[in-house]
């Protein structure tokens, strides 16, 4: 087995989940590159040296560009602030080696592009965290679609709601500055996302965007709080998506319903191993959603347990997203999600941004 040495740039909540996921990633799947924890790094020498010791990295470092730039350091792994996406995959690139990013793709638009721009010039694996869509239940979900179970998709309800933000109360933090930091930056590419996986590409959205907690003790909020659109997508489906901070009650609301002419399908985060099915079929008196509980017979659930019912949790999918990665390199070829399905995240948030300004409906730009 061949070895691979993994630079992750960031320590904290995301940092400490991948570099988890690579340290069990080769046991669970038995990947053909084996990662090594080679070296992390963060804002100081301090925290950085606290990573490496709590996650086993071999070294440390204060210099993110340092790391990219460690021969030993043979694939990247970014999970920094938004803004320093761009700059760090960029520099990636330019020395030969894959990267993968965590969602937002950057801190705009204009990021994304230059970001999938060199990503394509390279020619080297790229992937960005998209990690919710990867439950064995969603996995089974976008299955269904592929197979046509469901007959023609007529209607797509997402949300990715949470309530971390609903008390106004709370004191003003980093999450309430800055437009890549609101809402639409933080919650709604992970939805997003889920459609386009799901239903293919959005044509056009009419949305709103408000805040509804301007200000937070002396601090004025510069960010959104939630928002909401209407969409049309590619395929002639009907949608609605909604992201907030603000939902009261909500701890981890990435929700989607989907409705064919043959059947439809319900999902919540918050119940993750399971996947609602209902079938237009047999006695009407008969009929109703079922739930089908996770178990070996769903995509990637097997390697975490054989026991059907049992559940895979949170870093049970940036586990998943890790062996996409290194099958990536391995293979040389492109995993789903690449840079360019985060770009097409970025097209139809700018579109939505877009559409509050000017109160009509908006295209999506494809290219």
Same mark, same amino acid.
């Given at each position: ?110 990021? +994304?592009?230059? *970001?999938?721009? /060199? @990503?394509? %010039? ?10 919710? &869509?990867? =439950? ?51 919650? +709604?590419?992970? *939805?997003?996302? /889920? @459609?386009? %996986? ?10 709103? &965007?408000? =805040? ?51 059947? +439809? ?74 840079? +360019? ?27």
């Amino acid at each position: 087995m061949q070895e691979i040495g993994i630079g992750i740039i960031g320590g904290g909540y995301m940092g400490k989940a991948h570099a988890v996921a690579y340290a069990a990633v080769g046991a669970i799947f038995n990947t053909r590159l084996r990662p090594r924890l080679e070296m992390v790094a963060a804002s100081s020498k301090a925290s950085a040296e606290r990573y490496r010791d709590a996650f086993g990295f071999a070294r440390a470092a204060d210099d993110w560009e340092a790391l990219i730039r460690d021969p030993k350091v043979e694939a990247v792994v970014i999970a920094s602030p938004q803004s320093t996406h761009r700059v760090a995959a960029e520099l990636a690139f330019s020395l030969g080696k894959p990267v993968f990013c965590e969602k937002p793709l950057g801190a705009s638009q204009e990021d +994304a592009q230059a *970001m999938t721009a /060199a @990503a394509s %010039a390279s020619g080297l694996v790229n992937m960005i965290g998209f990690n919710y &869509i990867r =439950t064995p239940a969603s996995q089974y979900a976008r299955q269904l679609i592929a197979e046509g179970a469901l007959g023609q998709i007529t209607w797509f309800r997402g949300e990715h709601t949470e309530d971390f933000l609903a008390d106004p109360a709370i004191p003003a933090n980093w999450r309430t500055d800055g437009e890549a930091n609101g809402t639409m930056g933080d919650l +709604a590419p992970h *939805m997003i996302n /889920a @459609a386009l %996986a799901l239903l293919g590409p959005v044509d056009s959205v009419m949305a709103q &965007i408000e =805040t509804v907690h301007t200000t937070r003790g002396d601090a004025v909020v510069s960010n959104d709080d939630q928002g909401q659109m209407m969409c049309r997508f590619a395929n002639g489906a009907m949608g609605h998506m909604h992201f907030s901070r603000i939902a009261t009650g909500r701890k981890m609301g990435y929700a989607y319903e989907i409705t064919g002419t043959k059947a +439809a399908i319900r999902f919540d985060q918050e119940d993750q191993n399971a996947l609602w099915l209902y079938k237009a079929e047999g006695p009407e008196a008969e009929r109703g959603f079922r739930k089908i509980l996770t178990g070996p017979a769903h995509p990637n659930y097997e390697p975490f347990c054989q026991g059907p019912g049992h559940g895979t949790g949170y870093q049970d999918q940036i586990i998943i997203e890790a062996r996409d990665f290194l099958e990536a390199i391995a293979d040389g070829a492109p995993r789903w999600p690449t840079f +360019a399905d985060g770009l097409a995240v970025s097209r139809v948030v700018t579109a939505a941004r877009t559409s509050n300004t000017t109160g009509s409906w908006t295209s999506v730009e494809t290219h």
